[in-house]
């Protein structure tokens, strides 16, 4: 059993006990978080497809923690005219984990 569902300007594929890394969600550990926007989800035999959510369809998750992601190193140069600039980006997430999906 699994769902896709929106979140955060995103989309995440859920499974029961799966842990996801998410944007920045400014939450404590341990806080019981939901997602209502399901895009489509699966019981194994059938399908459902949402226009654009699937009704009644939850997953529900439990905040982990948060932290940052490996570093991303960002060079610009011009050649021939000693322009050279080096910089770096850790983007945070906050990792949840899935406790329940509940398809529509």
Do not use: W
């Amino acid at each position: 059993m699994y769902a896709i569902f929106s979140a955060l300007g995103k989309q995440f594929r859920a499974e029961k006990g799966k842990t996801l890394r998410l944007p920045l969600m400014h939450k404590e550990p341990g806080t019981k978080v939901t997602f209502d926007q399901v895009l489509l989800s699966s019981d194994g035999a059938t399908i459902r497809c949402g226009t654009p959510t699937v009704p009644g369809a939850v997953v529900e998750a439990e905040v982990v923690g948060d932290g940052k992601e490996k570093k991303i190193y960002v060079f610009k140069f011009k050649r021939r005219k000693n322009y050279r600039r080096k910089t770096g980006h850790r983007a945070k997430f906050t990792e949840v984990r899935i406790t329940d999906v509940t398809v529509g």
